[in-house]
C-alpha cells in the first residue's frame, strides 16, 4: 500500500496545533472514495492522476486517517466522488459494498434518476444520505446551478420519506450567500423536515464576508447542518461558532482528493482557489514546505475555536456527537 509521507513540518504542526485539541473519538462526516477506472473524463478530476490522490479505497482512506490523526479513533461518512463522466451506478455498488460497518455512506444521485430508479438503490444499499453534485445538473452553466438543478424534489421526497442526509455543494459565486440558495434551502427543509441538509464547506462560504451574509439568513432549523470540510479561514469558522448553532456543526475534512493536497484553499479578492507549493515561487533559497489542505482546515478551525472560547464538551460535539445524533452512531 502506498504510505504517506509526514515531514517535519506536519510533525510541529501536528504536535503544536491539532492534537491538543483532538477527542479520542472522530466522525469525518466529508470523505470520498475514487477508483480512477470508474471515471472516463479524468480530466475533469486533475488531481485523480497524482498517484497520492487517486484510487482511493477504504483501505487507503484509514490510512490516511491513521496517518492524519494517530491520536484518535476515526470514522467518517463515505461517498463516491462526483465528476463528470463517472459511472454512478458502478460507483454506488462499490461505495456500499466495501464500507466497513463502523462508517456511513451516501449514494451519489444524478437528477435524471427517476423516484423507482433511486427508491430501488435507497432500499438495496440503505445508505444514510445522498450526494448530489453541481456538474451533473442538465443547465448551461452548472456554476449557477440552483439547489433542484442538482437534486429534484422527488429525489428529496425520497430523502424525506428514509429519513436520509443530503450532501449539498451549492452553486453559485457566493455559496449559501445567494439569495436563491438561501429561499431554495429554506423552503425545502420546512416542506421536508425528516430530511437532513448538510451544507457542505461552511455553505459553500470559503470567505468571510460570503460567511457573514448567509448567516444573517439561514433558517434556524432542526435539520440544516454545516460540515467544516475544506474551508481554510479562519475568519469564516469564528463567524460560524459565534452565529450558528454548534450542535449543527459537523467536522468533515474532504479526503482523500480534495484536501490531501500539499496547500491550501486561500481567498483571492471576492473568490478563492486551492493552490498547492508547486503553484508558488520561492523566496530565496529556501523551499516552501506545506502541509495538507486537511491540516490546514483544521488549524483554522481550531484557531477559530480557541478565538470563540469553546469548552471542551462543544469541541467533542463538533468532532463527534453531533455526528452520533445525525447518523444514529453506536
Known sequence: MRSIYLSDTDHLIYD??????????????HTHLILNDHYSDLDSVPL????????????????????????????????GFPARGCNIPEINRYVAEHVTPENRFSLLVHPLMSAGELELMI???KPVGLKPYMVFAAVDDVQQACICDMIPEHQIALANKYKLAITLHVSKGRGMADPQNLADIRRLAEKYPDCNFILAHCGRCFIPPNMEAALKHLPALPNLWVDTSAVCDIGVFAMLLDGFDRSRILFGTDLVTASGI??????FGMQWQWVTSAQLTPVGNKPIEATFAAYENLCALLYAVKFCKLKKCELDNIFFNNATELFQLQ
Do not use: C
Open 16 to 29: 503544536r496545533e491539532i492534537k491538543p485539541y483532538l477527542p479520542l473519538q472522530i466522525f469525518d462526516a
Open 48 to 79: 485523480a492522476t497524482d498517484p497520492m490522490l487517486g484510487n482511493v479505497d477504504m483501505g487507503y482512506l484509514q490510512h490516511w486517517w491513521q496517518k492524519l490523526f494517530p491520536d484518535s479513533r476515526v470514522h467518517g461518512l463515505v461517498m
Open 123 to 125: 432500499v438495496g444499499y
Open 262 to 267: 500539499r496547500g491550501t484553499y486561500v481567498r
